[in-house]
Nanobody
Framework: QVQLVESGGGLVQAGGSLRLSCAASGGTFSFSSYTMGWFRQAPGQEREFVGAINWSGVATYYAHSVKGRFTISRDNAKRTVYLQMNAMTPDDTAVYYC??????????????????WGQGTQVTVSS
């Protein structure tokens, strides 16, 4: 059973930064074989794609709304993926989730491309 645990959420002022972490544990899956994604969900809205990083960490891709402000990285030895968020705005307020692609060596982007999810961490940006 794959377990993903996010941490690092909190309250930040507009223009500030936060770094989220997502640690994977459980099961026998090879962390370094899967794309890992970040999603977010604001109240009353659908879960939306933030960005993802491929299995080796050499490729990242982002939603237009965060490109240039957010950076995803990973440490396969620590089975951890990170989301560095800079120049944050109140529109970034949401619960942030990390997720594992359901298929090895795949570049997922839709929520349905991912089959294991963390419990989420709240990020609130005040104006």
């Amino acid at each position: 059973q794959v377990q993903l645990v996010e941490s690092g959420g909190g309250l930040v002022q507009a223009g500030g930064s936060l770094r989220l972490s997502c640690a994977a544990s459980g099961g026998t899956f090879s962390f370094s074989s899967y794309t890992m994604g970040w999603f977010r969900q604001a109240p009353g809205q659908e879960r939306e794609f933030v960005g993802a990083i491929n299995w080796s960490g050499v490729a990242t891709y982002y939603a237009h709304s965060v490109k240039g402000r957010f950076t995803i990285s990973r440490d396969n030895a620590k089975r951890t993926v990170y989301l560095q968020m800079n120049a944050m705005t109140p529109d970034d307020t949401a619960v942030y989730y990390c997720a594992r692609d359901r298929t090895t060596y795949n570049l997922g982007q839709k929520p349905t491309d991912f089959d294991s999810w963390g419990q989420g961490t709240q990020v609130t940006v005040s104006s």
